[in-house]
């Protein structure tokens, strides 16, 4: 499940930014937002993967109240969760 959640953390880092730094330009300067209806709705899917999973495996990880509210919050920063992943999903033995 933790290799699952370093995979969907990865997509939705990426989903985020594709968004943000492609498909909403081209949409504001081209007027073109087909971009945008492509990938808000596998960017949300992943958004709302990430959070579940979050809250799932966050006894695994032994997350106090504070680091996992930085989890939580790294969805809606860009590049966030490719932070996460490098800092709080470490290599984990359950």
């Known amino acids: 499940m933790i290799t699952f ?5 990865f997509l939705e880092g990426l989903s985020y930014l594709l968004l943000l730094f492609v498909a909403v ?3 504001y300067l081209n007027g073109d ?4 209806k492509l990938l808000g709705m596998p960017h949300g899917i992943l958004f709302i993967g990430y959070i579940v999973l979050a809250i799932w ?3 695994d990880f032994k997350w106090n109240q504070k680091t ?3 989890v939580l919050a790294a ?3 860009p590049f966030g ?3 996460v992943e490098k800092k709080y999903l470490k290599p984990h033995t359950a």
């Open 5 to 9: 959640f370093r995979i969907i953390a």
């Open 25 to 27: 330009p081209i949409k």
């Open 33 to 36: 937002p087909q971009y945008v």
């Open 57 to 59: 495996l966050k006894p």
């Open 68 to 70: 996992f509210l930085i």
């Open 75 to 77: 969805s809606v920063i």
């Open 81 to 83: 969760t490719f932070y």
